[in-house]
């Protein structure tokens, strides 16, 4: 194939390619086969290889993982990432609803999301290129993971429009993925990740990113951080406009018009949670409105206007021939 047909071939995969990731990897609703997928991901690797000055930073095969890093490279937050007040019981949901109420001057409304239990991350995208990800750290510092974050499939490496966007949510690893990757390291004699959590985030902290793209992960995005040329007003229109650029939200996401109907969501996910693919570790409560948000401010480390309700933690039993490891 001369050069010119290779150009125009290597381009079209990549269109082809993300389309079809997107629709597997986020939407959840495949378009073609696997085995087509990877054909065509197996004919981008092989023209990628001959014509090597062809290839382009948001290819598809970045997916597979370059080369290992000596170490990783630090990143200041600009907005710091927060932690999140805990909520125990019902009557600390209602004192929270007093105080987000008296501090706001009138009631307000919620939007509630799943606490998904994975390592939170920040996605920097610029004119709508995925450019940096970076571990939450310590709130203000983390660390440069942007070729593992590569690795996943469902994080864009273009978005939908040419926007300038942060954005953070949580990387995790589905509990089957856990599950066969715990059976992997038991029957190779290697110390087994005690929870779904340890083994996303010992996933996304391998220097080499081939063992990233071997790990099944995911993500939830689940917070505007940074946004210019575009006015949202609400927590819930925010993750709409989100998942519009092609960003992964979580669609059990509820907003919810008073405390009570906060309390019913929490009830009725404490008992769904065992039948989720992911783990979750309780429920997060955002006050909806942006300015009422705004009012609130934050305390030293977390937001006044968001709180997290915590479950009891759920077991996940790993069993290699019958043997009950937990
Ligand atoms: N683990 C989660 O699923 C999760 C964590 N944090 C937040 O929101 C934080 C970030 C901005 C204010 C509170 N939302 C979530 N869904």
Request: aromatic share 8%.
């Amino acid at each position: 194939m001369d050069r010119i047909a290779a150009e125009n071939r290597m381009a079209e995969l990549r269109e082809k390619l993300e389309e079809y990731g997107y629709h597997y990897y986020v939407l959840d609703k495949p378009i073609v086969s696997d085995a087509e997928f990877d054909k065509l991901m197996q004919e981008l690797v092989k023209l990628e290889s001959d014509f090597p000055e062809l290839i382009t930073e948001d290819s598809p095969t970045v997916r597979i993982g370059g080369n290992p890093l000596p170490h990783f490279e630090k990143v200041q937050h600009e907005i710091p990432m927060l932690s999140l007040g805990n909520a125990f019981n019902e009557q600390d949901l209602r004192d929270f609803d007093r105080r987000v109420s008296e501090g706001v001057g009138q009631p307000v409304t919620y939007a509630c999301e799943l606490k998904i239990d994975g390592l939170a991350v920040s996605l920097k995208y610029e004119n709508g290129r995925f450019i940096l990800g970076a571990t939450r750290g310590d709130g203000t510092t983390g660390e440069n993971i942007t070729n593992n974050l590569k690795t996943v499939r469902s994080i864009p490496m273009k978005l939908k429009e040419a926007v300038d966007i942060e954005v953070r949510g949580e990387a995790f690893m589905p509990k089957q993925s856990f599950e066969k990757l715990n059976v992997a390291k038991l029957e190779a004699g290697e110390e087994p990740f005690a929870n779904p959590r340890n083994a996303a985030a010992g996933s996304l902290r391998q220097l080499d990113p081939k063992i990233a793209a071997k790990r099944n992960l995911d993500i939830f995005l689940y917070s505007l951080a940074q946004l210019k040329d575009k006015e949202v007003f609400s927590h819930t229109e925010a993750l709409q406009y989100m998942s519009e650029l092609g960003l992964k939200t979580n669609k059990e996401a509820k907003h919810c018009k008073n405390i009570d109907e906060v309390i019913e969501y929490v009830d009725s996910w404490l008992e769904k949670r065992p039948h989720l693919a992911y783990e979750i570790d309780g429920i997060v409560i955002k006050v909806d409105s942006l300015d009422a948000q705004k009012k609130l401010g934050f305390t030293a480390k977390s937001p006044r206007w968001a709180i997290a309700y915590k479950f009891p933690a759920e077991e996940v039993v790993t069993t290699l021939e019958g043997i009950e490891l937990s």
